[in-house]
């Protein structure tokens, strides 16, 4: 879709040392090539090096090797394509005379996503409007570290607040096809979906925002808990909540924690859990399987509540597993339990002996 000489470009531009760098690879310069600790495996004695003039790097220790792409991409868990268009922003590179315009379509989408983001995190931590919204966090016991970590915000009971910056932008179409805003079904403008809910933000493995879920705080509008819908940056399938903050532990793991509700997963980062991710519907799919093989998480801990839904959760994510040859295991609660409450009840401690002595699927 991307013409060759495009990529070679974009390549030919970027400073590969300073790339690594950004990503927190620490280079120091040897000969012709630099010298770093691989982020790719652990290790003390630096076997990475990167050949800035032949833009490609290779570890002596664990094999991996390319070009900036293939860095990112490993890195990230990210497709070719989005990688790609990533490092054309930073080389200034003009992709769009390249791209179809469904790609133009997804990057008004993910502006959309961006404004939203920003609004709803500011209004959490204004001192006035988000009050409520932090006194409930507070009372889940998730401290302002791990709420800014996970970047979660609030949608004030407000009608327009949203609507009205993302239409000043000249975003209010692609809002609408990311869920974030409804026509109104008399005269003209838009309204705001997510309203009186604690925002939680569902990012792509790199960290982007690319959907929201809403928790009902305020008011009695709709569902306990709201989901952006799916469109061409969020497909739901192949999205595990999560993840970002997830990926760095999962890769030296090798191993990922797999529960079903975002503060579930929110909970147990903040028990020290730090390869936690949740699922953002009820099924896993082999997307999912798919997106964990990327991220370099060969096993999976199945942690569901202790109770009938739990165990029916643990039939039902089974088949996936299984027909993608995948390795599992089953930490069972005990019951009545729910990950959140009960890592708060038990500790740090408690929790991970419970994920290490898991027996297998
Ligand atoms: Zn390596």
């Known amino acids: 879709m991307i013409p060759d000489s495009k990529i070679d470009e974009i390549r030919e531009r970027i400073d590969l040392v ?24 652990q290790e003390k004695t630096p076997s990475f090096h990167v050949w800035p003039e032949e ?28 990688t790609v268009r990533d490092l054309a922003k930073d080389a200034g590179v003009d992709l769009d005379e390249a791209i179809d315009p469904g790609l133009k379509e997804k990057a008004q989408i993910k502006d959309a996503t961006d404004v939203a983001a920003e609004h709803f995190k500011s209004r959490l931590w204004d001192a ?42 000249g975003l209010i179409a692609a809002a609408e096809k990311a869920g974030l805003v409804s026509p109104r079904k008399t005269g003209d403008g838009h309204y705001d979906m997510f309203r009186g809910r604690l925002i939680i933000p569902i990012r792509s493995p790199e960290g982007r925002t690319i959907a929201f879920g809403g928790r009902l705080l305020e008011g009695d509008d709709g569902p306990k808990y709201l989901n952006s819908r799916e469109s061409k940056l969020y497909n739901k399938s192949e999205t595990l909540y999560g993840l970002d903050q997830a990926r760095d532990e999962v890769r030296k793991k090798k191993s990922v924690v797999l529960c079903e509700g975002y503060f579930d997963c929110i909970g147990l980062h903040q028990a020290g859990v730090k390869n936690a991710v949740a699922l953002c519907s009820t099924a896993l799919t082999p997307g999912h399987m798919t997106v964990l093989a990327r991220a370099e998480g060969k096993e999976l801990v199945l942690l569901l509540d202790g109770d009938d839904a739990g165990r029916k959760a643990v039939e039902r994510l089974a088949a996936p597993i299984l027909a993608a040859g995948g390795k599992a295991r089953v930490a069972a609660l005990p019951d009545g339990e729910d990950p959140d409450t009960w890592a708060r009840k038990v500790g740090p401690e408690a929790v991970h002996k419970l994920i290490e002595t898991a027996p297998t699927l």
Do not use: I, N
Not at 24 to 40: A, D, H, I, M, W
Not at 59 to 76: P, V
């Open 18 to 41: 300073a790339l690594m760098g950004r990503h927190g690879v620490e280079l120091k310069k040897s000969g012709r090539s630099f010298k770093g600790c691989c982020p790719f495996h």
């Open 128 to 169: 006035v409007v988000g009050k409520r919204a932090r006194e409930y966090l507070l009372s889940r016991g998730v401290t302002e570290d791990v709420a800014r970590a996970f970047g979660l915000g609030w949608a004030p009971l407000a009608w327009t607040e949203l609507a009205d910056k993302l239409r000043e932008r």
């Open 55 to 82: 833009r490609r790097f290779k570890c002596f220790g664990c094999q991996a090797g390319g070009d900036a792409f293939s860095f990112l991409q490993r890195l990230f868990g990210k497709s070719f394509l989005d």
